[in-house]
């Protein structure tokens, strides 16, 4: 079975950072690429940053470039999401998420990703 852990959430000030962690079992993503969602209340997930391991091709979307950071542990499937420069619009559940399929895929998509973690509540205040 599948699982993905996230793990990092928490309050902070706005110009803080925080650092979330999502760690896969069950299954190598190697080949897969591994992202980050981000949902409000009332609004669509939406997609912060992914990575396909195999090539190293990533994706940031326009609201958190420059601030964020997408990194994946050599060791085994764990990805990280480091964000600096946090603004009261980047609270949200944050999850993790796997792909649907190997390769590169339409990163922004949720439906190209199978595997979903439980999500870890980021929130900055101003």
């Known amino acids: 079975q599948v699982q993905l852990v996230e793990s990092g959430g928490g309050l902070v000030q706005a110009g803080g950072s925080l650092r979330l962690s999502c760690t896969a079992s069950?299954?190598?993503?190697?080949?897969?690429?591994m992202g980050w969602f981000r949902q409000t209340p009332g609004k669509e997930r939406e997609c912060v940053a992914a990575i396909v391991w195999s090539d190293e091709s990533t994706y940031y979307a326009d609201f958190v470039k420059g601030r964020f950071t997408l990194s994946r542990d050599n060791a085994g499937n764990t990805i990280y999401l480091q964000m600096n420069s946090l603004k009261p619009e980047d609270t949200a559940v944050y999850y993790c998420a796997g792909a649907r399929f190997m390769g590169v895929i339409t990163y922004n998509d949720p439906d190209a990703y199978a595997y979903w973690g439980q999500g870890t509540q980021v929130t900055v205040s101003s």
């Open positions: 069950g299954r190598t993503f190697s080949n897969y690429a």
